[in-house]
């Protein structure tokens, strides 16, 4: 049985010392997406080592697949619903369920109930997917509660918002605050980071020249922050302007949020 | 102007070619929004006034036929005349009508996106009357044989020297650049028509069921020469366009004018309860309400789509638009552009192919929707109309075949495992081999056009749930 | 379109046979409200910061004779010759005696069409618009002000400028407080104004100008009474 958060709750600022609550282990199932599976493995070790030095008892059922968001923001939803089924089966029981992409985290909390909710009993184990999942900074500050998770980084970052995160799930300040903690890590503001950076899955295959345009401008905010380390919590975002910017000549390195917060830290 | 006959995607490129035309839709846009946020964290606790402004909509369209009643009572008591449009072609037909009746010659016209929906001056002209547009972007867009690129500013694409150049056409003078000289020979010329007018033509921001009033919101003082030197006053109002009362008026008043350009409240805000009554020195003798349907009643009744009917133009949603921001208006090739335009234009003209291709102009990113006064989920939307056209028969099938046989991979975590494995093993060979894209790649037009700009780290080996026992073990040690 | 059949579409969609009486709109019951300032000066003081945000100007007087000294001062000041102006009867309360006798004002008197068509060239060949307002809007700057038979539109928009008399005590805190005020006046004018500044456009070039239209400038002389 999992901990209540209350038990987790640092006071604000305080830094969680890892070994002080390996002892009560938290119970988190991986959805490590698609995208991160199949092209970004290492995003995934990333967030199960630092979810490990939080003390998390860290799991990863190998039959999920996909969120089903493609199919859906599509417009093909029985299909949508048919992948996203299979993710109800992978997820059953009452594990936490952390994920390094809002993108994919919104899906659940947003569309899922609308997806399902023709089916009373599929719709209430959507709920409580929906109800149990986290993107991985907001499991860290809101469910842990924890800041400062001992990383050190000597780099200087900018930090991308993406869309779905923000606007559909409600992800706010969190991989601020994480990322302030970092030691060594000099975070620039980046303008406009409000707008959308152009990947939007599939709309990027079909409008290319528009979805271009918008990755450019956001490139070019990006590299008047002179920032070498772009972070992010959605790697469909990171893959697409770091991408971008690569290709264009610059040195970038784009690095997802669970991997910089694992920085630093001798590894295994 | 954009050629009909080419599809959202080629139009979208010629947009992106004109440089002018990107650099003022940014500068336009950025102004617009940073008004916004001034404005609207002036008002202080926007997200109350924004709850507040969705419920009285929410309510207003739930109760349409209450309130358009009442609204039709009092403004015959007041005066006023009503007509009832069912379609765009109705509506202009009884604006000409009521033109050709009084043998009118010239109706100038304050801005009205219905006017446009229904292509009133190109029925007016057929008629052998002059429809004359007086709002000063209008205008400029008028004289160049043009759409309006913005719901509230019509002429962003248009530079000073092009603006300068129509107006020196039509004076058949030399005319200086600066903005108060282009500005004062369009008061200087329009002002004479004002005074020769007919017939004035109007929109309508919201109609007030308990009064009768119609109000609307203007900055130039166009839309009061309208409603107050002709003899006819015609207002053209899609039917969703009402409020119950005052009180509802007092709430979306904050919101329009702050939502739109930042302003506390718009230069004019002008409530017309009937037409011009004994012994007043002026306005119109009468005033005539066209209230249009023309699609809308479509969507009442509809789950997801009867909160479109609670937009009340303010043209917040393309300001932040990341697609608007990068190709402007025209682009869309509809009356209405932008997200809402994404959303209106389909439903409205159903069988239009708009229906099919503009509901893919938006990464979703939802911006829309943060932006919207009244809280529309457009980018919801916009997945219920990719929805619709997904049906058999209605998509490509080879998109439909991609749709099919991923979901069916995907769906089966351990044939998805497999997938992965092959794909990456392939991909090597076949599509980009971690710095560059092979022979076959270069052959494939998506794959091109997507690794073409973008540099991609090499394909990693193994798979995350490939590397899942390792890590497992790591811990247990 | 028949008004039956059009509303019985409505009606249908809606899912009734026909209309039925709607619930209280939820205006009143969400009701976030600004915390409007108290006190008359701080009325004051906000109505005369946000019109002058919005490119007005503000004169303020403390006594009637102030105030048609100001407005002849004023008017001498731009140059202007010919004025036009509400119905003289609005104008009594201020007791204006040398400005009747000094300056051309056109003032409009309730009589027949040729009337009205001779005032709408005077006010069309106007420099100058002399109003009075019938309230002030602290938040925004704005006035109201009310059509009859004695206020004409055309003061308050065709000349190129614009003067208008508001007095202090009718300066309320905010657009909600006004259109209160006029829905408590029973069935409304013909015409209930809202004039907030001079008339702009930013048409060309995101570049503001004033007075594409409307008159190009707005001075309010603000009475404390």
């Avoid at chain 2, 919101?217 to 107050?228: K, Y």
């Avoid at chain 2, 560059?436 to 090499?458: D, E, H, Q, S, Y």
């Avoid at chain 3, 905010?174 to 907030?196: E, H, M, N, Q, Y």
Wanted: proline content about 5%; glycine content about 8%.
């Amino acid at each position: 049985m999992w901990i209540g958060l209350s038990t987790f709750a640092a006071p604000d600022g305080a830094r969680v010392e890892p070994n002080a609550i390996t002892t009560r282990a938290v119970r988190v199932s991986l959805f490590i997406t698609c995208l991160a599976d199949q092209v970004f493995p290492e995003v995934g070790v990333s967030m199960v080592r630092v979810l490990r030095r939080l003390g998390c008892e860290v799991r990863f059922n190998q039959q999920q697949s996909c969120c089903g968001q493609p199919h859906h923001n599509a417009g093909f939803t029985p299909e949508a619903r048919r992948v996203a089924r299979s993710l109800l089966d992978a997820f059953d029981g009452d594990d936490h369920v952390v994920t390094p992409s809002g993108s994919c985290a919104a899906m659940l909390h947003h569309s899922y109930p609308t997806l399902f909710a023709e089916d009373a009993e599929e719709l209430a184990r959507a709920q409580s997917l929906a109800g149990r999942t986290s993107e991985f900074s907001q499991f860290l500050v809101n469910v842990l509660g924890v800041e400062d998770v001992g990383a050190t980084l000597e780099r200087t970052a900018v930090y991308h918002p993406s869309c779905h995160g923000t606007r559909l799930l409600g992800v706010g300040n969190e991989p601020l605050r994480l990322l302030s903690r970092v030691r060594g890590l000099e975070l620039r503001p980046l303008a406009n980071s409000q707008d959308c950076c152009g990947f939007g899955g599939l709309f990027c295959v079909k409008l290319p020249a528009v979805s271009a345009a918008m990755t450019s401008e956001k490139a070019s905010h990006v590299s008047a922050t002179g920032a070498d380390v772009l972070v992010g919590t959605d790697l469909g975002c990171l893959m697409n302007v770091a991408g971008h910017m690569r290709a264009n000549g610059s040195k970038i390195e784009a690095m997802h949020l669970a991997q910089v917060l694992d920085s630093g830290h001798a590894q295994h | 102007m954009h050629s009909t006959d080419l599809d959202f995607a080629e139009r979208a490129d010629l947009a992106l070619e004109n440089q002018f035309l990107r650099k003022a839709v940014r500068f336009t846009v950025d102004r617009l929004r940073n008004g916004k946020a001034a404005g609207s964290a002036a008002l202080g606790d926007f997200e109350s006034w924004r709850e507040r402004g969705r419920a009285i909509r929410a309510h207003t369209i739930a109760n349409l036929d209450r309130y358009l009643e009442q609204f039709c009572d009092n403004l015959e008591r007041a005066g006023g005349h009503v007509h009832f449009a069912a379609d765009a072609a109705e509506a202009s037909e009884i604006c000409v009508r009521i033109a050709k009746d009084r043998q009118a010659k010239l109706a100038v016209k304050s801005k009205s996106m219905v006017s446009e929906e229904i292509e009133l001056n190109r029925h007016f002209e057929a008629a052998g009357i002059e429809a004359l547009e007086t709002d000063l972007g209008e205008w400029i867009v008028q004289l160049a044989h043009e759409a309006p690129a913005h719901i509230i500013l019509p002429c962003i694409h248009k530079s000073r020297g092009e603006i300068r150049a129509l107006f020196e056409r039509h004076a058949g003078a030399e005319l200086a650049e600066d903005t108060a000289t282009l500005a004062g020979y369009a008061r200087k010329t329009l002002r004479q028509r004002f005074l020769e007018a007919d017939i004035g033509i109007s929109g309508c921001n919201f109609a007030i069921a308990d009064t009768g009033s119609i109000t609307m919101f203007t900055n130039e003082g166009n839309g009061r020469l309208v409603t107050t030197l002709p003899r006819t006053h015609i207002a053209l109002m899609g039917m969703e366009r009402i409020v119950p009362s005052f009180a509802d008026l007092a709430v979306m008043a904050e919101l329009l004018p702050r939502s739109a350009t930042g302003q506390k409240l718009t230069t004019y805000l002008n409530v017309i309860s009937g037409p011009r009554r004994a012994n007043e020195a002026d306005g119109p003798d009468e005033l005539h309400v066209v209230i249009v349907d023309n699609g809308r009643s479509n969507q009442l009744g509809d789950p997801d789509f009867q909160a479109i009917l609670h937009c009340i133009r303010c043209g917040a949603c393309l300001n932040v638009c990341p697609v608007y921001r990068q190709i402007g208006g025209h682009a869309y090739g509809s009356v209405y552009p932008g997200p809402i335009g994404a959303v209106l234009s389909p439903l409205f003209q159903p069988e239009q192919e708009l229906a099919t291709e503009l509901a893919d102009a938006s990464s979703l990113c939802g911006a829309c929707h943060e932006a919207c006064p009244v809280k529309i989920p457009i980018h919801d939307m916009l997945v219920k109309l990719r929805e619709r056209n997904a049906r058999p028969g209605r998509k490509s099938r080879t998109e439909r075949l991609m749709m099919e046989l991923s979901a069916s991979v995907l769906s089966s975590p351990a044939a998805f495992a497999r997938a992965g494995r092959v794909a990456r093993l392939l991909q090597r060979w076949t599509i980009f081999d971690g710095s560059r894209m092979t022979f076959l790649a270069r052959r494939i037009p998506v794959v091109k056009n997507w690794l073409g700009t973008r540099r991609l780290p090499p394909p990693p080996k193994r798979a995350f749930r490939d590397l899942w026992p390792d890590l497992e073990r790591e811990v247990k040690s | 379109m028949k008004r039956e059949t059009f509303m019985a579409r409505v009606s249908t969609r809606l899912g009734r046979a026909r209309a039925s009486a709607a619930s209280q709109s939820p205006s009143a019951s969400v009701a976030p409200r600004r915390s409007p300032p108290s006190t008359r000066a701080e009325l004051i003081a906000q109505f005369s910061s946000e019109l002058a945000k919005v490119g007005g100007a503000v004169h303020a007087v403390r006594s009637n004779s102030a105030l048609e000294l100001g407005l002849m001062e004023f008017v001498h000041s731009t140059g202007g010759r010919r004025l036009v102006g509400f119905g003289k009867s609005n104008f009594e309360r201020f007791g204006f005696d040398r400005l009747w006798r000094e300056l051309d004002v056109s003032c409009w008197e309730r009589g027949d069409e040729g009337c009205a068509a001779s005032f709408r060239a005077r006010a069309a060949a106007a420099d100058i618009g002399l109003s009075i307002a019938d309230l002030g809007v602290a938040s925004s700057g704005s006035m109201l002000f009310l059509v009859g038979a004695q206020r004409p539109r055309s003061v308050t928009l065709l000349p190129r400028s614009h003067v208008a008399i508001l007095t202090t005590d009718s300066i309320v805190a905010d657009l909600a407080a006004a259109l209160d005020v006029l829905g408590a006046r029973g069935t409304p004018p013909s015409s209930a104004l809202f004039i907030t500044g001079p008339s702009r456009t930013s048409d060309i070039e995101n570049d503001l100008t004033l007075g594409v239209h409307g008159p190009a400038a707005v001075t309010v002389f603000l009475l404390d009474n």
